[in-house]
């Protein structure tokens, strides 16, 4: 799954919304790694395809050419719209070139104009020379008639005029009103786009919560199995202890918090003594016969133990082990070395670790026909062999760095596991 992610360098939302922090910070470091790996690999392309030879093209004569400008650093200059200081946004400029374009044919229509006029003006007093000459036949005639004439000319400028400064009102009345449709439809945009991110902000609000109810109430059930487990072996253990005759009665206590990891000393000091240290405690043989029952009835059908490619007994596969012999197997090995046992106080699995600090020591919970660490990640496994698999190139933990490197075999004969397969 990782793998294909990484190719593909996408991953689907829901699936996202399931991780825990700390895995999305795995994940995203290791996207990461592959874009620079991808992006390194390009440059080493590019750097090899520059370094070859170019084949210069043979000259035309009197062909055309192209020169690139340069700037200051003979480098070819490069101008983008927007990043100087001076640069004017674009709506600017939008305004500005249609403004200039408004002033250009406001004046052309004026020359026109002007030029209609004094053609006008010319035929005018072209006519009026003619009204005025004293040789001209029927010279009181032609006077009315020029009258007439001027007069008709007249009344035609002014209405031609009156059209003109009409048509320049009703174009700037439209101008005003485009600007404002345009106003008022970014507004209408904007809200829209507002409305669309809330809902949309919502709507995911809501898909997390759903998802992190779903994983809380998933976590609580887990709990809740474990609590049963726990107080049933302790009933189990106290009937055992009353069969015996060594009836003691017990009240209720809560399930017990995981155990600390234990650091083994460095070498050259001693371990410091522990209280009480002549107080063994041991699991009762009830509780344990009940381990082995359930190992042999829920586990031996799933593979557990069995190395993932045969049918032979991992290295790394332990019996019941305590948590003290655990230790004493680990403290030969090197940092990286780790076994997994089945733990003597509940129906599950436990896996020891050696660090550079010491002994560390993950409860695997076994009760979802799968397999997963309790308290440190959600990845479920189908066998323990995939879970080791996986382990052995991801930490267990992303501060620890727990790489399962090392498995710790068996030390003694006859194994420790052989009560768990007879």
């Not at 004293?134 to 020029?146: D, F, H, I, V």
Request: hydrophobic share 30%; with cysteine; aromatic share 8%.
């Amino acid at each position: 799954m990782l793998r294909q992610i990484l190719s593909e360098m996408y991953i689907d939302p829901d699936l996202l919304a399931e991780l825990s922090e700390e895995q999305k910070q795995i994940l995203f470091f290791k996207m990461r790694e592959e874009q620079i790996r991808r992006w390194k690999e390009r440059e080493a392309a590019m750097e090899r395809k520059e370094s070859l030879p170019v084949k210069s093209r043979p000259k035309k004569e009197n062909g055309k050419s192209v020169h690139w400008k340069l700037g200051a650093d003979k480098e070819v200059w490069v101008w983008v719209m927007g990043e100087h200081h001076l640069d004017k946004p674009y709506d600017v400029l939008c305004s500005e070139i249609t403004a200039e374009r408004e002033r250009l044919r406001t004046e052309q229509e004026a020359e026109e104009l002007r030029k209609t006029q004094s053609e006008e003006f010319t035929n005018n007093l072209k006519t009026k020379s003619q009204c005025s000459d004293p040789q001209t036949p029927n010279n009181w005639k032609t006077q009315s008639a020029c009258k007439k004439v001027a007069e008709e000319e007249e009344v035609r400028q002014e209405s031609r005029s009156a059209c003109i400064l009409e048509e320049k009102k009703t174009q700037k009345k439209e101008l005003v009103k485009e600007k404002q449709d345009e106003e008022i439809k970014q507004v209408e945009e904007d809200k829209t786009k507002q409305i669309y991110k809330n809902w949309k902000e919502d709507s995911e609000w809501q898909a997390s919560l759903r998802k992190s109810k779903a994983a809380d109430e998933k976590r609580r059930s887990l709990a809740k199995q474990a609590r049963e487990d726990y107080k049933r072996l302790s009933l189990a253990a106290q009937r055992g202890r009353s069969g015996e005759g060594l009836s003691v009665p017990q009240k209720p206590r809560r399930p017990p918090l995981p155990p600390k990891p234990q650091f083994l000393p460095p070498a050259g000091h001693p371990p410091k003594p522990l209280g009480n240290q002549g107080v063994t405690r041991t699991a009762s043989s009830s509780a344990q016969e009940d381990i082995i029952r359930w190992f042999k009835e829920e586990q031996l059908p799933c593979r557990a133990g069995y190395q993932k490619t045969s049918d032979t007994i991992a290295p790394w596969f332990h019996g019941i082990l305590t948590l003290k012999k655990a230790n004493e197997l680990l403290s030969t090995g090197l940092p990286g070395t780790f076994l997994i046992r089945v733990s003597e106080k509940m129906k599950g699995y436990a896996l020891s670790y050696l660090s550079e600090e010491g002994c560390k020591h993950f409860l695997i919970d076994a009760s979802a026909d799968s397999y997963s660490f309790l308290g440190v990640d959600q990845l479920q496994h189908a066998t323990l062999a995939d879970l080791v698999e996986y382990h052995k190139e991801e930490p267990i933990t992303s501060l620890g760095k727990e790489l399962l490197l090392y498995p710790c075999g068996q030390q003694e004969q006859p194994p420790d596991y052989l009560e768990l397969f007879e």
